[in-house]
């Protein structure tokens, strides 16, 4: 970034100079930070229903300065005295400009200017003042080097999910082909933190080389001998309808081989209800963890399996959240019905059949595209309205393709970290990548645990 200052003799009466800032959640969790002010008002607050935080009056006050370092008189400038009066609060998603003005050239080298802060959507002064500075006298032309970005609050979601699951009895877990170091390691892990008691199903002599390479004893658990895939995987679904397995977990083979099995209506582990996969990501900056549904089953989902999809995710993030009803945004590439494009219509019915009832527990919103359904300005700025635009907590795919790269995304470039858990079953399906890392697989089961855990809890 290249700076110029303008200097004491170069600047007039008159003057002016502004600057726009757009207040991310980010921005107050920073400031909350290097400030010490950890004020809740300023900060997204577990628990309590949606409600943009309140920029400190402090972190407005500061955008003041930015224009004046950076701009009018720029680098070399030095603060002596500043004034503010607060009109109104500016929130957590609001667009701001500040304006600075020179009013007063004095023989010392000093300026006054004219100090004002003004919300860009509807006109209204959130503060203003009189700022008092040494203006500089030499010319100054500098190339800024980037200053490095910042990660905020990353994957502190799945370390409190991970606490919570940790309270709770370890699910009695049948792991399905775990005939490698990842797929082995992972479960083991799982079950050293007391979130699984782990029941092995494959081959015992590749399991026990597995066992060596990821550096795990296997003294105390159950395995049971499988010889393919298929097999593991009917094996599993006998050990569940047997009532000696609360969870399934996928190891060392397809996720296709996986689920064939349990998809047979008399042997197999379907209660009614489309099997459809979400992945839990906790993206860094983000209040809560984001769910993304369906990126790895459905290939091309109808209506109907889009209802459960959705019913699916709502009855995770149910297990997973604070009690609230989650907000879920039907994905479109528009926010608003349009014939041609099919996503936006079924995003349209969705919204209706939750609005009457067919879709439970949660609101559901949509068409909205992806800036208007997680961003408030993008909300606000396109006069949406309601529970979820600009605050949704579940995030529905027209399509695996649209699924998959949104996941991968948030993954690989918001440094998000993902677990993967399929419902529609008796008991929930845990998927592990072998890409994933140890936070992913600890987080797919402690997830898993959580809603294990609600959904054996009797209704009230």
Excluded: W
Excluded at 313 to 339: C, F, H, K, Q, Y
Excluded at 399 to 415: C, P, R, V
């Amino acid at each position: 970034m290249k700076l110029e200052n303008r200097t004491l003799a170069e600047i007039k009466v008159g003057d002016e100079a502004t600057l726009k800032r757009l207040i991310t959640t980010d921005d107050l969790y920073v400031f909350a930070v290097s400030s010490g002010n950890f004020n809740p008002m300023h900060l997204p607050t577990p628990g309590v229903p949606h409600t943009d935080p309140v920029a400190p009056g402090m972190f407005v006050a500061s955008l003041i300065s930015a224009v004046l370092g950076t701009t009018l008189p720029g680098a070399g400038c030095l603060y002596r005295h500043q004034t503010l009066q607060f009109h109104a609060r500016a929130y957590a998603g609001d667009e701001l400009e500040t304006r600075v003005r020179v009013i007063e050239k004095n023989g010392d080298g000093r300026l006054r200017l004219a100090t004002e802060v003004h919300r860009t959507s509807d006109g209204e002064l959130i503060l203003s003042g009189e700022a008092d500075v040494q203006a500089p006298t030499a010319k100054l032309i500098a190339e800024v080097e980037d200053i490095p970005d910042l990660i905020v609050q990353r994957h502190r979601h799945f370390e409190k999910l991970l606490a919570r699951a940790q309270t709770c009895e370890p699910l009695r877990t049948a792991v399905v082909m775990p005939e490698d170091e990842n797929s082995l390691g992972g479960a083991m892990l799982a079950a050293r933190d007391g979130l699984i008691v782990p029941i092995l199903i494959g081959n015992p002599a590749k399991i026990k080389i597995a066992a060596q390479a990821a550096d795990v004893d296997l003294a105390g658990y159950e395995t049971v001998e499988a010889s393919n895939p298929l097999e593991a995987s009917r094996i599993a679904c006998k050990l569940v309808r047997a009532g000696r397995a609360d969870a399934v977990m996928k190891g060392q083979l397809h996720t296709d081989d996986l689920l064939h099995p349990m998809l047979d209506k008399d042997e197999g582990l379907r209660i009614g209800r489309r099997f459809t996969h979400i992945f839990v990501m906790d993206v860094p900056g983000l209040p809560q963890p984001l769910l993304v549904t369906d990126a790895a089953i459905n290939i091309t989902p109808d209506l109907l399996t889009k209802v459960d999809i959705v019913q699916n995710a709502i009855d995770l993030a149910l297990s997973i959240g604070d009690g609230t009803p989650p907000r879920v945004g039907v994905l479109s590439a528009v926010e608003t019905v349009n014939p041609a494009i099919p996503s936006s219509i079924d995003a349209a019915l969705l919204s209706k059949m939750a609005e009457r009832g067919q879709i439970k527990g949660g609101f559901v919103e949509g068409p909205l595209a992806m800036d208007n359904a997680v961003d408030p300005a993008a909300a606000r700025n396109k006069g949406l309205r309601g529970e979820v635009a600009g605050h949704a907590q579940i995030l529905v795919v027209p399509d695996i393709d649209a699924g998959n790269m949104l996941a991968k995304q948030l993954t690989f470039i918001s440094h998000a970290e993902g677990a993967g858990l399929v419902l529609g079953a008796r008991v929930p399906i845990i998927l592990n990548s072998r890409s994933d890392s140890a936070m992913s697989r600890l987080a797919s089961c402690a997830v898993a645990v959580l809603h294990h855990q609600r959904m054996k809890e009797p209704l009230a």
